[in-house]
Structures are given as structure tokens and as C-alpha cells.
T-cell receptor, first 117, second 116 residues
Framework: DAGVIQSPRHEVTEMGQEVTLRCKPISGHDYLFWYRQTMMRGLELLIYFNNNVPIDDSGMPEDRFSAKMPNASFSTLKIQPSEPRDSAVYFC???????????????FGPGTRLTVL | AQKITQTQPGMFVQEKEAVTLDCTYDTSDPSYGLFWYKQPSSGEMIFLIYQGSYDQQNATEGRYSLNFQKARKSANLVISASQLGDSAMYFCAMRETRGGSYIPTFGRGTSLIVHP
């Protein structure tokens, strides 16, 4: 299996532009997570999906952020409009969340390093 | 309130020696899981080891072991016989019930440098 795939790996954009980050989870995994990592705030959970349905988006910083999962093999995280403070590494992770299975590890993608100028 | 606390921002160890990375947690959930991840300079997050709150024995995975002290709410990672390739950031995470699922919260991490 190729693991979790994220694209692009690096993104540099200007303030005000729309940014779309993409993620392909591991086949068969029914949970998908979006994280943001910064020096100031560490690794923050933004949103997670179960069977393509958003379950908890309380970590999404504001309305400029939106995430979708149109099918089991694809998810997007969109920032519109982008701001310099959105600069961070964005990780996508997936896991097989059998009910009650606390030990199901998350598999992380390589991350997208976003720089907003 | 911080749920996962890693008090050591940076640690140094001599190659081939053992090192302990501290992690304390806070939860009122009787059922939870604790994880450690490694993040090398290349940036990817690598799963190392898992401990369930009801597990009787401490988890071990090769050179990694988890010193789980439930009463003290600590889940320290022990790396035996350190190698240069162990130099990385290490994150402790706790998975607890949230929104009907088990969702992890990560600590701020500890930077480990292994000296030759």
C-alpha cells in the first residue's frame, strides 16, 4: 500500500489566494483526520471524518477553512482567503476505526508545507 | 487545560545509552489509549508504540518500551541502546472518547538528539 498521499508537498501563495490541500487515505480506512502543525501551537486536530461524514470540526480555526470528503478515497482542505498566519504544515492521517478499538494507530501522510506571503 | 504534557523540550543522550522521554496526561475517561510518535527532520509522523488503559503489562516494541504508571497518569517512552537515527521529535498522544469516537490529542513534543 502506498500509504496516505498528500498533495502538494509544498505550497507558496500570496495572502488572499485560495489554497486547496488534497489527501488520499489508505484504502479501507474509514477515519480521516486533518491536522495543522506550527511551532507555536504544536499539532492541532482541525477536523475528522468517519465514513466520509464530518464528525467534529471544532478545531477548524474559522470560516475561511473548509474540508470535504466526497468519497472514501479523497478529501480536501480549503483555505479561502489565505492569510500569513495560516502558514504551517498540514497533515492528513487515516485509520481503521473499528468500534472500541482504541489501539488503531493513525497513519500520517507526509504533510503539505504551506507558506502564505 | 492541557491534556498531554511533555515537560522536556529537549533531551540529549549518548549513542548506545538508554533514554526516557516523559509524558503525563489528564483524563476522566476510564477507557483511553496512549501513543508515541516519532517525527524525524524529514517531517513524517511515525507510529512507535501503543498502551491501552486496561492493559496490564507495559507495551514493548523492539527498542521502545512504554513505562505506564496509571496512578501517576504517566506514560514515559524508554528507548534502549540509542542510535543516531533516533534523533527526532517525539510526540505523546492520548486517545479518548470524543464525538462518539476515539480521538487523539497530542503533546508539544520532545526533541531528542543522540550524540556519537
Amino acid at each position: 500500500d502506498a500509504g496516505v498521499i498528500q498533495s502538494p508537498r509544498h505550497e507558496v501563495t500570496e495572502m488572499g489566494q485560495e489554497v486547496t490541500l488534497r489527501c488520499k487515505p489508505i484504502s479501507g480506512h474509514d477515519y480521516l483526520f486533518w491536522y495543522r502543525q506550527t511551532m507555536m501551537r504544536g499539532l492541532e486536530l482541525l477536523i475528522y471524518f468517519n465514513n466520509n461524514v464530518p464528525i467534529d470540526d471544532s478545531g477548524m480555526p474559522e470560516d475561511r477553512f473548509s474540508a470535504k470528503m466526497p468519497n472514501a478515497s479523497f478529501s480536501t482542505l480549503k483555505i479561502q482567503p489565505s492569510e500569513p498566519r495560516d502558514s504551517a504544515v498540514y497533515f492528513c492521517a487515516s485509520s481503521s476505526g473499528v468500534a472500541g478499538a482504541l489501539g488503531n494507530e493513525q497513519f500520517f501522510g507526509p504533510g503539505t508545507r504551506l507558506t502564505v506571503l | 487545560a492541557q491534556k498531554i504534557t511533555q515537560t522536556q523540550p529537549g533531551m540529549f543522550v549518548q549513542e548506545k545509552e538508554a533514554v526516557t522521554l516523559d509524558c503525563t496526561y489528564d483524563t476522566s475517561d476510564p477507557s483511553y489509549g496512549l501513543f508515541w510518535y516519532k517525527q524525524p527532520s524529514s517531517g513524517e509522523m511515525i507510529f512507535l508504540i501503543y498502551q491501552g488503559s486496561y492493559d496490564q503489562q507495559n507495551a514493548t516494541e523492539g527498542r521502545y518500551s512504554l513505562n505506564f504508571q496509571k496512578a501517576r497518569k504517566s506514560a514515559n517512552l524508554v528507548i534502549s541502546a540509542s542510535q543516531l537515527g533516533d534523533s527526532a521529535m517525539y510526540f505523546c498522544a492520548m486517545r479518548e472518547t470524543r464525538g462518539g469516537s476515539y480521538i487523539p490529542t497530542f503533546g508539544r513534543g520532545t526533541s531528542l538528539i543522540v550524540h556519537p
